[in-house]
């Protein structure tokens, strides 16, 4: 299990960089993007979910996945719609966090961290107990 959630984090952190570098662009490059802190986060994190399934298809859960998905017609398409639904989950944790956390400023970096560090460990959690869970 430390494997996975060491790997987990690794992966965790390109998803993060992807997340809150198009949070950042979103901010500053885009006409009055800094209004639409929620929407801009939604949008950042939804970057980074698709970078994390693969990774973590092909890393952390690389065994199960294959398991999965060996021999069994539509088994993949399951794994990244019950990812996707992990990650819904986990975006309302990360905004609703970040939301509740963060001051009047649209880069609160510890509200940043906080939001992240929640998702983190909730989509750790369902994603090793369901999303790629082996059932051989």
Request: net charge positive; hydrophobic share 55%.
């Amino acid at each position: 299990m430390w494997r996975r959630l060491f790997a987990f984090g690794l992966i965790g952190v390109v998803n993060t960089a992807i997340d809150w570098s198009v949070f950042w662009v979103i901010g500053t490059a885009v006409p009055g993007g800094a209004e639409f802190a929620g929407l801009a986060k939604a949008a950042s994190y939804a970057a980074g979910v698709v970078a994390s399934f693969f990774l973590n298809s092909r890393i952390t859960f690389r065994r199960d996945y294959l398991a999965m998905t060996e021999g069994t017609r539509g088994a993949a398409r399951v794994a990244f719609a019950r990812f996707w639904a992990v990650a819904l989950l986990c975006l309302g944790v990360n905004a609703l966090t970040y939301e509740t956390l963060r001051g009047t400023g649209y880069l609160d970096l510890p509200a940043l961290v906080a939001a992240t560090l929640a998702a983190f460990l909730v989509g750790f959690g369902l994603n090793q107990a369901w999303t790629f869970r082996s059932r051989a």
